[in-house]
């Protein structure tokens, strides 16, 4: 079992925090202890020594969790979280995705997203194959 640090940056909180986590054959194992204080609809950006990170981990209100990645489809620009808005937006074209990864405007590709499960207040997202 590899142990990875991880640093998460609250996006609309006051306090980044280190925490860590566990990561197994590109599986990221986070307690949903960690996110269980910031409240309403929210993105959190996981960074960390591998190189599928970071990711944006979007929690709503209704605790439905969605992993994003942090670059549009063309992998050559970040992708900002607008907490007023609930929205990601690229940020060299504006385009503005949703919590899920869609594009808002119909005809664009979406941002790629991971697969995750939510059980037993943790929270596993898988990093291997990038949808
Ligand atoms: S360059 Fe990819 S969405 Fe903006």
């Known amino acids: 079992m590899i142990l990875l640090t991880v ?8 306090k980044p925090r280190v925490e860590y986590v ?3 054959q590109g ?6 202890s ?8 929210t993105a959190i950006r996981l960074g960390g020594p591998d190189p599928r990170l970071p990711v944006w981990l979007h929690a ?3 605790l439905d969790f969605h ?3 942090t670059r549009c489809h063309r992998g050559r620009c970040g992708v900002r979280y607008e907490p007023d808005d609930d929205r990601f937006v690229c940020s060299c074209t504006d385009e503005e995705f949703r919590p899920d990864g869609s594009a808002v405007e119909r ?3 979406p941002l790629v997203t991971y697969p995750i499960d939510y059980r037993n207040e943790t929270i596993l ?7």
């Open 7 to 14: 640093l998460l940056l609250a996006c609309g909180s006051s």
């Open 22 to 24: 566990e990561a197994q």
């Open 27 to 32: 599986i990221v194992i986070l307690p949903v």
């Open 34 to 41: 960690q996110i269980a204080d910031v409240e309403g609809p």
């Open 60 to 62: 709503s209100e209704e």
């Open 67 to 69: 992993a994003i990645a």
């Open 107 to 109: 005809r664009k590709p």
């Open 125 to 131: 997202i898988d990093l291997s194959p990038a949808r």
